[in-house]
């Protein structure tokens, strides 16, 4: 999905809804592993930092969580 660079929502919320709707979606089941933050840079053509941020978000939120070493994974089903 690339980013809406008009948009007013900013391109990491623009990340996290994505990612969201793929999770909700079934792309990513619960206990699934997502791609690292360099890939999901590189497929949404945004910074690490960016995709950090999302990320973060949808931790903040309980539907994904980081474990150092294995990755990011998720948490819970919609």
Same mark, same amino acid.
């Given at each position: 999905?690339?980013?809406? /660079?008009?948009?007013? &929502?900013?391109?990491? #919320? *623009?990340? =996290?809804?994505?990612? *969201?709707? /793929? ?9 699934? /592993? ?10 949404? =053509? ?5 995709? /950090?941020? =999302? ?19 998720? &948490? #819970?089903?919609?």
């Amino acid at each position: 999905m690339p980013i809406d /660079r008009g948009s007013v &929502t900013p391109p990491w #919320r *623009q990340v =996290a809804a994505d990612l *969201q709707a /793929r999770i909700d979606g079934g792309e990513f089941p619960p206990g699934s /592993r997502i791609p690292s933050i360099l890939r999901l840079a590189e497929e949404y =053509a945004v910074s690490p930092v960016t995709v /950090r941020k =999302a990320l973060d978000a949808l931790k903040d939120a309980g539907v994904l969580e980081a474990t150092s070493g294995w990755g990011t994974h998720v &948490t #819970r089903s919609p």
